[in-house]
């Protein structure tokens, strides 16, 4: 597998990912309400005058979110053949290190740098409560790196698995 094709392919990605995501935000800074830490999200509903409401999960919505999730397979599939994938756990890793590539540049630069930063996206009524994620993002952070330790623990325990059934045969 080729790395270099690899690392430009995150790159394109997260930057393509970061367009998005400050497209929809700069359009309503409510698109992405229930992302916000539940302090956040309890200060612009009691500021607003609003109730929270939990929307359930409509059919078209639901319709749109498998047709994503579909598109996302497929195109995590065509970059790891681009990067030089040849076997199913080459594709398997390529496809994992996409997500992980993603889920770090939505945490740690858009969420916990720019975000934080910019207060056009920020929601009415919580302009004051600059530091009020900062518990949050450690929680985040301390969640998202025991998760890719066990999954990083589970994949070598797979590989050593299929090494000794390589060995006995």
């Known amino acids: 597998m080729n790395i270099s094709v690899f690392i430009i392919e995150c790159i394109m990605m997260a930057v393509l990912f970061g367009i998005l995501v400050f497209g929809m935000l700069f359009t309503s800074s409510l698109t992405f309400i229930s992302d916000y830490p539940p302090e956040i999200q309890e200060e612009y509903y009691r500021s607003q005058n609003r109730e929270a409401t939990k929307k359930t999960l409509s059919k078209i919505m639901a319709v749109k979110k498998i ?4 598109v996302v397979l497929f195109l995590f599939a065509w970059m790891a ?5 040849e076997t199913f756990v080459q594709g398997l890793l390529a496809a994992y290190g996409y997500m992980v590539v993603l889920a770090v540049f939505d945490t740690c630069f858009l969420d916990w740098i720019l975000f934080a930063n910019i207060k056009r996206i920020r929601l009415p009524g919580t302009e ?4 009020a994620s900062r518990g949050f993002r450690k929680s985040v952070t301390v969640l998202a790196v025991r998760n890719i330790s066990n999954k990083l623990m589970v994949l070598k325990k797979s590989k050593t698995k299929d090494d000794k059934i390589d060995q006995e045969e």
């Not at 047709?67 to 579909?70: D, G, I, N, S, V």
């Not at 004051?128 to 530091?131: A, D, L, Q, T, Y």
């Open 128 to 131: 004051h409560m600059e530091g």
């Open 67 to 70: 047709a994503a999730l579909l």
């Open 81 to 85: 053949h681009k990067a030089g994938a």
